[in-house]
């Protein structure tokens, strides 16, 4: 009995932390992909190149490459790495505000929706938005 107390214990922890949004659900303005795009010029390009191609130094933040190690993880784990590890010359120089921005911007630069709320800029909040390269079909 025991065991199967911890065993649907440990399924409702995993289904509590499943995100519940995907990055197809508008969760960023255009405006604020804009100022992302902004400090993305200033800040990443240099090592990450202006199509977000990546280059010697850093990986690609676009293309397949880019979604063979995100696809699935939530925003929340791509804004962390963003905000401790980033920019490579001065880690974590950036406040929250900015690094939202541009995550907000490799989003848009990936052509997911745009829509009326700015990305958050609480990590808890970010895990529980999935990075999905296709659009989840929608369940009927």
């Given at each position: 009995?025991?065991?199967?107390?911890?065993?649907?214990?440990?399924?409702?922890?995993?289904?509590?932390?499943?995100?519940?949004?995907?990055?197809?659900?508008?969760?960023?303005?255009?405006?604020?992909?804009?100022?992302?795009?902004?400090?993305?010029?200033?800040?990443?390009?240099?090592?990450?190149?202006?199509?977000?191609?990546?280059?010697e130094s850093a990986p690609p933040l676009s293309g397949?490459?880019?979604?063979?190690?995100?696809?699935?993880?939530?925003?929340?784990?791509l804004f962390e790495r963003v905000r401790v590890s980033?920019?490579?010359?001065?880690?974590?120089?950036?406040?929250?505000?900015?690094?939202?921005?541009?995550?907000?911007?490799?989003?848009?630069?990936?052509?997911?929706?745009?829509?009326?709320?700015?990305?958050?800029?609480?990590?808890?909040?970010?895990?529980?938005?999935?990075?999905?390269?296709?659009?989840?079909?929608?369940?009927?």
């Amino acid at each position: 009995m025991r065991k199967l107390f911890a065993a649907l214990a440990a399924t409702l922890c995993a289904v509590a932390q499943t995100p519940t949004r995907t990055v197809w659900d508008a969760v960023y303005t255009s405006e604020q992909a804009t100022r992302g795009e902004a400090l993305y010029t200033s800040t990443c390009a240099g090592c990450h190149g202006n199509s977000l191609q990546g280059g010697e130094s850093a990986p690609p933040l676009s293309g397949v490459e880019f979604f063979s190690n995100w696809n699935t993880l939530s925003v929340g784990d791509l804004f962390e790495r963003v905000r401790v590890s980033m920019p490579l010359n001065k880690p974590g120089s950036l406040n929250r505000e900015q690094n939202a921005a541009i995550v907000a911007y490799v989003l848009r630069f990936s052509k997911f929706p745009a829509g009326s709320a700015e990305l958050p800029q609480r990590t808890e909040m970010l895990n529980d938005i999935r990075i999905e390269m296709y659009k989840p079909e929608v369940k009927k």
